[in-house]
Each structure stands twice: as C-alpha cells, then as structure tokens.
C-alpha cells in the first residue's frame, strides 16, 4: 500500500468506513472524492448538514492534504441545503465588493458563478489574489451541470510553483505585482458596449461596488486597500500592489498566489481573436479593463512570464460536473477555471475567510 493510499484510508476511518468513501476520479490526484455508504447522507439534507458540522475538523486536515475535496452523492440538492454547509465557515469579508468579474449574490453568501459568457474559458486563478483581501477556502455547489463542456477546472499551485523557473520566482518576488484595472461608468444607452462580451469583461462601476454613489466607492475602495483615480469618461482606475508567491498560512509552505496570467493582456490569456479585439478596441480609450505591471509600474513583456502558462497547462485538470456535487477548495492552494460550455449551467459559490 503507498502512503497516498494509506493516508486516505487513514481519514476515511475517520469518516466512518460504514457511512463514506474517499477515493478519486480516474483522470488524476485531485480532487479527492467523499461519497456516502450510508443512505442517510445522501436522501436527509439535516442528516448530512449535522455529520458535515461534526466532521469538519476532519475536512480542513484533508484539505490541507489534497488540496481540494468533492462530496459527491450527499443530500444536496437546493441552494437552502448549501447555504446550510456555508454556515459551518466564516464569511469572506467584503464579499464580493470590487471583483474583478461579474456575478450577482443569491442569498445570504451564496453567490452566482461568474456570468464570463459560455463561449469563452475562465483561465486557472486563485480567487481575488489581486486583492489585500482574499478567501481562504472556497466552495462550489452544482445544482445543474451544463449539457456540454463547462467542467471546472483544477490547478496544484504547490506543483505548478515547483515547476517555475527559480529566476523567474526570484525576480517576481522581489519586484511584486501591480493589478491595475477599471471600472467603466454605470451603464447607460450612450455608454453600453456594444460587444455583449464587453459589457460582463468591462463591468461599470456602480455594479461591481453595489453603490451609484462615487464617495462611498472612495471609501470601499479605501477599506479595501485599493488605490483610486476618476478619469473623465466617468470611468474609475483601481491598483493594488501584491506578492508573487504566499506563505500558507498554516502549512507555511511558499506557493505561487497571483492573477499575473491572467490579468495580463496577451493571447494566451484572452485567446487570440479576444486580444485583437482588445487591442483594437482600446487603442483610443483612456484605461483597458485589466492590466498588469511590476511594482514598479513596469510593463510585463509577455515573453517572460511563458513559463507561468506552460506550468499551469502542464498541471491542469478538467472536473465535470454532476448534479448536487459540492466542492471545497484550498484556495491558495488549489487555482481554479472553466471550461467553455452550452446549455444551462447553474454552478454557485460561496467565499470563505
């Protein structure tokens, strides 16, 4: 028996060997896979909210391990049976107050996956590490999976920051990382894109800090730690400074904890006919949506940082989902995307400090 599989063995006795299972999908060691034996668990949604409560110790040593955790099979079938899991964690601060893509709250700390249209990939990150405030965990709960494609994509970040050239971590680490992004003015018919795609890549102001009133985003941003300017098209420019690489603030491990790859404008981060249409269409406007520099303020050449995108593929895993399924994640350790789908797809999430 290897010590992987002994170690699983190891947490599924603690479990209960009589009431779940652990194991893992065929396509690769995330992520590790919790399924009942016990048919309470999967037909009581109180069942199961009590034995997750009670075994939640259990769960954060897990995470910790493998990184991120599918309970798959549980009763869990509506967002109230989700929204009862999400009581077990502390709330992420500030929600999702200046984040960097559109997604609406349905209730209580739940809110909608991204609204980045179907037709286009959500690229490998770690959920607001362009920001001083960042949730620690993460959890996912589908309640329809997409008839085609739109699989959540998995990233080992420890893996990935073993594959980056040291040099590269050396000089990142030293300069950091300067997310600089805009918020156009709130929507109005003489301002709308006219690129749907635009409307949810380019989000307005008013919907991305909840508020049509200009001083209290000055004072979010402020809490937030963001600095500001008002440009005059209406617009706001936002800038965080960030480190390249994080301590685990419990494994003390250094992992690679930013959103270099995919706030930077290149065609491996858009693709290539969504980076000519950015260049395209911005070259006359006063600020891009995103744009990513070294601490400094220095530009990124896109030939230095292929290497971040050569060892996020390398280790990349395509998750597909099943109706009910729930997801936690470590999110510093654990980066996270979608794939391209069709159909309806209903995949909810809620952050955690």
Same mark, same amino acid.
Request: proline content about 7%.
């Given at each position: 028996?290897?010590?992987?599989?002994?170690?699983?063995?190891?947490?599924?006795?603690?479990?209960?060997?009589?009431?779940?299972?652990?194991?893992?999908?065929?396509?690769?060691?995330?992520?590790?896979?919790?399924?009942?034996?016990?048919?309470?668990?999967?037909?009581?949604?109180?069942?199961?909210?009590?034995?997750?409560?009670?075994?939640?110790?259990?769960?954060?040593?897990?995470?910790?391990?493998?990184?991120?955790?599918?309970?798959?099979?549980?009763?869990?079938?509506?967002?109230?049976?989700?929204?009862?899991?999400?009581?077990?964690?502390?709330?992420?601060?500030?929600?999702?107050?200046?984040?960097?893509?559109?997604?609406?709250?349905?209730?209580?700390?739940?809110?909608?996956?991204?609204?980045?249209?179907?037709?286009?990939?959500?690229?490998?990150?770690?959920?607001?590490?362009?920001?001083?405030?960042?949730?620690?965990?993460?959890?996912?709960?589908?309640?329809?999976?997409?008839?085609?494609?739109?699989?959540?994509?998995?990233?080992?970040?420890?893996?990935?920051?073993?594959?980056?050239?040291?040099?590269?971590?050396?000089?990142?680490?030293?300069?950091?990382?300067?997310?600089?992004?805009?918020?156009?003015?709130?929507?109005?018919?003489?301002?709308?894109?006219?690129?749907?795609?635009?409307?949810?890549?380019?989000?307005?102001?008013?919907?991305?800090?909840?508020?049509?009133?200009?001083?209290?985003?000055?004072?979010?941003?402020?809490?937030?730690?963001?600095?500001?300017?008002?440009?005059?098209?209406?617009?706001?420019?936002?800038?965080?400074?960030?480190?390249?690489?994080?301590?685990?603030?419990?494994?003390?491990?250094?992992?690679?904890?930013?959103?270099?790859?995919?706030?930077?404008?290149?065609?491996?981060?858009?693709?290539?006919?969504?980076? =000519?249409?950015?260049?395209?269409?911005?070259?006359? @406007?006063?600020? $891009?949506?995103?744009? /990513?520099? *070294?601490? !400094?303020?220095?530009?990124?050449?896109?030939?230095?940082?292929?290497?971040?995108?050569?060892?996020?593929?390398?280790?990349?895993?395509?998750?597909?989902?099943?109706?009910?399924?729930?997801?936690?994640?470590?999110?510093? =350790?654990?980066?996270?995307?979608?794939?391209?789908? @069709?159909?309806? $797809?209903?995949?909810? /999430?809620? *952050?955690? !400090?």
């Amino acid at each position: 028996m290897d010590q992987r599989t002994d170690r699983v063995e190891h947490f599924q006795a603690m479990l209960g060997s009589s009431q779940v299972q652990c194991g893992f999908l065929s396509h690769g060691p995330m992520p590790l896979v919790i399924t009942p034996v016990d048919n309470t668990l999967s037909d009581d949604s109180e069942a199961f909210a009590t034995w997750y409560r009670q075994h939640r110790a259990v769960f954060d040593s897990l995470l910790l391990e493998f990184g991120c955790l599918l309970f798959r099979g549980f009763a869990l079938r509506e967002n109230a049976d989700f929204q009862v899991i999400a009581q077990n964690y502390p709330e992420h601060a500030f929600g999702y107050i200046g984040g960097a893509t559109p997604r609406k709250n349905i209730e209580g700390r739940v809110y909608e996956s991204t609204r980045i249209p179907p037709t286009l990939k959500i690229g490998l990150h770690q959920e607001k590490a362009y920001m001083a405030h960042y949730p620690l965990k993460l959890a996912f709960f589908c309640k329809q999976p997409s008839v085609e494609g739109g699989e959540t994509i998995l990233c080992d970040m420890r893996a990935v920051t073993r594959r980056l050239p040291a040099p590269l971590i050396e000089r990142l680490s030293a300069a950091r990382i300067q997310y600089v992004r805009n918020f156009r003015a709130p929507s109005t018919p003489e301002n709308e894109p006219r690129n749907t795609h635009m409307r949810e890549y380019h989000r307005p102001w008013d919907e991305a800090f909840l508020t049509d009133d200009p001083q209290r985003v000055e004072q979010l941003c402020r809490e937030t730690h963001l600095d500001y300017q008002w440009l005059e098209d209406g617009s706001i420019t936002v800038s965080h400074t960030g480190d390249a690489v994080l301590k685990h603030p419990l494994t003390g491990e250094s992992i690679w904890f930013n959103q270099l790859s995919t706030q930077h404008n290149n065609a491996r981060s858009l693709g290539k006919p969504g980076y =000519a249409y950015i260049q395209h269409a911005y070259q006359d @406007k006063p600020a $891009r949506p995103y744009d /990513v520099r *070294l601490g !400094d303020g220095t530009p990124i050449p896109e030939a230095d940082i292929a290497p971040i995108y050569d060892a996020l593929e390398a280790q990349e895993i395509a998750f597909p989902w099943r109706s009910g399924d729930m997801l936690l994640i470590d999110n510093i =350790a654990v980066a996270h995307g979608r794939n391209p789908f @069709k159909g309806q $797809r209903d995949v909810q /999430v809620a *952050l955690f !400090d």
